[in-house]
Each structure stands twice: as structure tokens, then as C-alpha cells.
């Protein structure tokens, strides 16, 4: 095994920053060692240093919604982070470049193609966003989350997410313990609503109003995860009256998997993989602004295996919601165990595992 390090790219966003941090495990956890490149703003900011990896960092940032000095100025910051990354890449001299996509992996990617560095790439969401369909190219092996994310004429290998370890936890392959039971006549069933790191502001408004249509005899035990509109949410439950355990954030997504019967959520890749891994039903309100609008096609990914329903957001109202929540609960054991058994049917819960294993395959043969 080379004893030079693996760099891992990835930036911005949990949804990029996470599972790098589930294969940079996996990858300790087998005798690797592990180098990150990221930016000082994004999440791997604070993240990848508490977790104890030497991190190299580049200054670079997304354009969309960006003005128009910005757009004049990217192909120059653009080319002082291929340099910076470039620089790093001949300090740690990794045997294997891991990139996540988004804008780290860019000019890092482009970088250790300079470096002739090998390079591996994974794609999460269910459409592949600009800088993996373009390091695709000229990447030595290419990993996708969901099916048909890349052009038919690149070559593919489906994995799935790679998903933290206390996620994991909950899966089971075994076919005796899910779907799970619902039929449990000593509690009310359990709804769980994430809006995310941020919030939902939709979320926080519409649920409460929705929940105070349905029938007095579909009684659930609502937990939400707020963000910071917790005020907000609070007077929304007040003014119709539902009881409910609110939180800003879930420092411990695990115990609220392992709590719920269904989630109200948006359609994040990450998101997704692991409900599928936790054998969760759902109602996916797609975030509707985000880039190439992949959290909608993340979400029919799911719901048309059966794990649940699509509200689009310019659809979602309470009239709405309380339409499906009482299409769910008006027969709780059946559509609950359905749709537990089609989200644990499409887990991967392997993918950290495949990718720790091809870096290292990787690494082999180029050593």
C-alpha cells in the first residue's frame, strides 16, 4: 500500500462535505491517510479540521447568482486557484485524487490533471453538475449516486452516497426487520419534519396549518427541525393548536431516524441516501432553486421506487399536505411498512466502502 496520502476535494455544502468525510473514515479506518483541499468558507471550514485532516486551501467560490464584476473576474480566480491546487498537489503528492464535485473540485480536478495526478470522481445528485461532467473526461473512474446521472457515453459505476457511519447504524440486511411495524396501538404515529441546516420557512408555516386540517383522530407526535425560524414555527403550532417538540438543528440525526414513521423533507442527494439507508418513507418538497434543479430529479429518483410522495413546492399549501398526510394515516401500517420497504430496497450502504477500496486500487497501479 502507498504510504502517500489520498486528497479528498470537496466544498461548500453538507451535501458534498459529508460523504467526503464517510470515505476519508473509511479510508483511515484501513491504514490510509488522508489530505482534504477545500476553501476556508465553505462547511470543510470548520468540519475537516475537527475531524483531525490536515486540509490544503484554495480561494475559490460558486458564480451562479453571482453580479456581473464577479463573472468579469472569474477566469483570474480561477486560474489562482488551478495555481494554488497545482502548488499543493506537488507539496502532499497524493497517490490518488478523490474529488466530490462542485466548485473545489474544478480547478483542483484540472489541477491533478496538470499534476498527472490519478483521478477519481463521484457524483452525488441525480444529475451531474457542471464540473463532474467535465472532469468525467479525462478521469481515470467515474462513481455515480443515483442511476443516469452522466451522458451514455461516459463510463460509469453505480454506488450509491456514501453516508456517516451513525447513519449506517441503522440499516439491517436483513429482510426479517423491515419493513418496520406500525401497527404499535400504544403511541401515536411519528412525523419528523427537516427543513435543513437552514430551515424552511415554507416548512415551518405550512405544516402546522396542514396538521390543524386533519381529522381529530389522526393524532401524530410532530417533531420539526426549525432552523432559525423557530419563533415562527412556534407561533404557527400555537395559533392552531398543535402540540409539537421543536428544534433549530438535530445535533443527533440518527436518534431522529430511528424516532420517525415518516419525514416531511426537502430532496437533498444526502438527504435521500439516507432515508433510504434508515428505511424512511417521505414527502419530498424539492427545494426548487437549486442548481439544474437536481433536488427534483433526486426525488422522483426515490418516489418512483415506491418511498414516498412529490409536493412541488408551488404546490405545496396545507390544503394540500393534509390531503396526502391523510391518504398516509388513514391507513398508517400499510403505506408506512410500503413505503419503509421501497426506501430500504434502494439503499447502497456501501458506497464509502467502494470508494476507500478504488482509491486504493487506484493507488496500486499507478505506484
Known sequence: M????????AGGTGGHVFPGLAVAKEICNRSGSVVWMGT??????????????EVEWISVSGLRGRGVFAWIIAPFRLALAIF???????????????????FVSGPGGIAAWLAGSPLLIHEQNAVAGTTNRILARFSQRVFQAFPNSFPKNIDVELIGNPVRSEILDLYSSSEQVLPRSFADADRKPRLLIVGGSQGARTLNLNVPE????????????VWHQTGQGLEEARDAYAKHHIESRLSVFLE???????????????????????LTVAGLGAILIPYPYATDNH??????HFVSG????????????????????????????????????????????KAAESLAKAC????????
Open 306 to 349: 415506491g418511498a414516498g410522495v412529490i409536493i412541488k413546492q408551488d404546490e405545496f399549501t396545507p390544503a394540500r399536505l393534509s390531503e396526502v398526510l391523510k391518504q398516509i394515516f388513514s391507513h398508517p401500517n400499510n403505506v408506512l411498512s410500503r413505503f419503509s420497504e421501497r426506501a430500504h430496497s434502494q439503499a447502497r450502504p
Open 295 to 300: 433536488q427534483l430529479h433526486n426525488a422522483k
Open 210 to 221: 396542514a396538521l390543524a386540517n386533519l381529522p381529530e383522530t389522526m393524532n401524530l407526535d
Open 252 to 274: 443527533d440525526m440518527k436518534a431522529a431516524y430511528a424516532w420517525a414513521d415518516l419525514v416531511i423533507c426537502r430532496a437533498g442527494a444526502l438527504t435521500i441516501s439516507e
Open 360 to 367: 486504493f486500487q487506484l493507488a496500486e497501479t499507478h505506484s
Open 40 to 53: 476556508r468558507k465553505g462547511l470543510e471550514g470548520r468540519l475537516v479540521p475537527e475531524a483531525g485532516i
Open 2 to 9: 502507498s504510504t502517500r496520502p489520498i486528497m479528498i476535494m
Open 84 to 102: 494554488q491546487a497545482f502548488t499543493a498537489l506537488r507539496r502532499q503528492r497524493p497517490a490518488v485524487v478523490l474529488g466530490f464535485g462542485g
